[in-house]
């Protein structure tokens, strides 16, 4: 389980967003490379780890809460 960042990620990385979090781009976030990546996969091609694909701030979170709760109305 050992995960480091090798530098391939920088190729992936996210640059820049449009709308309002990064998130509803479809980017993702490494926790270990500690970058967003613009990438498809589950996992980060440069270290492996599963990558953050919810956002952490509060506003952001409840957004999203707010959306899957009206799935069930
Ligand atoms: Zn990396
Ligand atoms: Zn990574």
Redesign the pocket.
């Known amino acids: 389980m050992a995960n ?7 190729k992936f990385k996210a640059t820049d967003y449009e709308g309002r979090h990064r998130y509803d781009n479809g980017q993702k976030m ?1 926790p ?2 500690e ?1 967003f990546l613009v990438w498809n996969g589950i996992r ?4 492996t780890v599963i990558l953050r694909i919810t956002p952490r701030g509060n506003k952001a979170r409840k957004e999203i809460h707010e959306k899957r709760n009206a799935i069930w109305y």
């Open positions: 480091m960042c090798k530098g391939i990620c920088n490494c270990v490379c970058i980060c091609p440069c270290c």
